[in-house]
């Protein structure tokens, strides 16, 4: 087997590949034998097929086969010999074939960038600093009560939080536009579901009103169209509803899983939640400007196969999100090429801090990390158990442990600046990036 390498970019190859003729002649005479053996043709006893009829029929086919099993063999045997370790499979393009003929043929694909990690010191990294205050306890008791509330019919006049069924119709200097209507639209008061100053204007009417108010849509909205325009609404209220809350006892608290003797105890499960999610909101937060200042400070071109890989993952998640109703290829790739692009150049920027600096997956971090997740369990004794008699699920755990240490090998070097927030702007802030 003959080998060169040629390099066409930072990131592709292109291997040409020799193999002698005897080779791959030697490979079609027997296949030829053994088809002649078991095919079954009009005209003939089984087994006693002439060797030129079988080669006529079923010559081209075989040797096609061949050639597909031999450059595929040889392919990865070349790249064992050159050490080469490619991202994805190649494309095969056989130059000759031809019986009697060496058989030649071209593997493209593209490998590993090389990379050269940038300056840590010049990433910028704004961590929050923030804590569950009783306000926010109380907000989050309420937000729970008002999911599991019932609605009562009111004559009064609406107030935020009040469910309002009204009829809608907007117009731009009299001209209606598209998407600007409803009828029998359900909206909550004070929601901020609709554009600055729709909820607001309708605060105090009461169910059989006929409202008109001026709104404008934001400089950013959505529809360009929209943007920045001043709008007029008809408004037709229909119904006022009043959520009617439920009582803090006992059955209230199990409908969210907790066991709760009073109020006081409810309470302090629902502080160590919220804790546990501002927690991981800052984490998430400077684990995302940690990959914005590596990204930003490291050149890094992807392979364009690891790419399609994740798009195809991508692409399967959210077929499942949505309940697998779909196959996930009919979904666009293009919508989900950003993100994409984004994991791999992390994931790969990640595995270069790793190896550069021989970092490891600290094992009484591991533990620690199962335990804080046994601990949302009703049983967290089974679930430790689970995780270390499932290699793949503590594998999981392990990785993530390493890509906190990623992080705080990156903090080590980069400009930190702790930033006070309250508890719901730290946890918008750790909202993940997709």
Known sequence: MQVSVETTSNIERRMTIGVPAQEIDQAVQKRLQETA????????????????????RFGDSIRQEVVGEAMRDNYIKALQEQDINPAGWPKLEPKTMEEGKD?????????????????????????????????????????????????????????????????????????????GSAEGHRLTLGSGQMIPGFEKGIVGGKAGEELEIDVTFPEDYHNEDLAGKDAKFAITIHKVEEPQLPELDQEFFKRFGIEAEDEVA???????????????????????????????????????????????????DAV?????????????????????????????????????????????????KIQEIASTYEQPDEVVAHFNSNPDQKAQVESSVLEDAVVDFVLGAAKVKEKKMKYEEAVQAGQPQR
Do not use: C, Y
């Open 103 to 179: 058989l030649e043929f071209v593997a493209i694909f593209e490998v590993l960038p090389e990379i050269e990690l940038g300056d840590l010191s010049k990433i910028n990294v704004e961590k929050p600093v923030s804590e569950v205050a009783d306000k926010d306890i109380d907000n989050m008791i309420d937000n729970l009560r008002r999911q599991q509330a019932t609605m009562k019919e009111v004559k009064r006049k609406s107030k935020n939080k009040d469910i309002v069924t009204i009829d809608f119709k907007g117009s731009i200097d009299g001209e209606e536009f598209e998407g």
């Open 37 to 56: 053996r078991t095919v079954r043709l009009n005209g003939f006893r089984p087994g006693k097929v002439p060797m030129s009829v079988v080669k006529r």
């Open 266 to 316: 409810f309470r302090e499960e629902v502080k160590k939640n919220m804790e546990r999610e501002l927690k991981q909101a800052v984490s998430n937060k400077v684990k995302n400007d940690v990959v914005d200042g590596l990204l930003e400070t490291t050149e890094l071109e992807v392979p364009a196969a690891l790419v399609d890989q994740e798009i195809d993952r991508l692409r399967q």
């Open 320 to 368: 499942q999100r949505f309940g697998g109703q779909v196959d996930f290829q009919q979904l666009p790739k293009e919508i989900f090429e950003e993100q994409a692009k984004r994991r791999v150049k992390t994931g790969l920027l990640f595995q270069e801090v790793v190896k550069k600096n021989d970092l490891k997956a600290d094992e009484a971090k591991v533990e620690e």
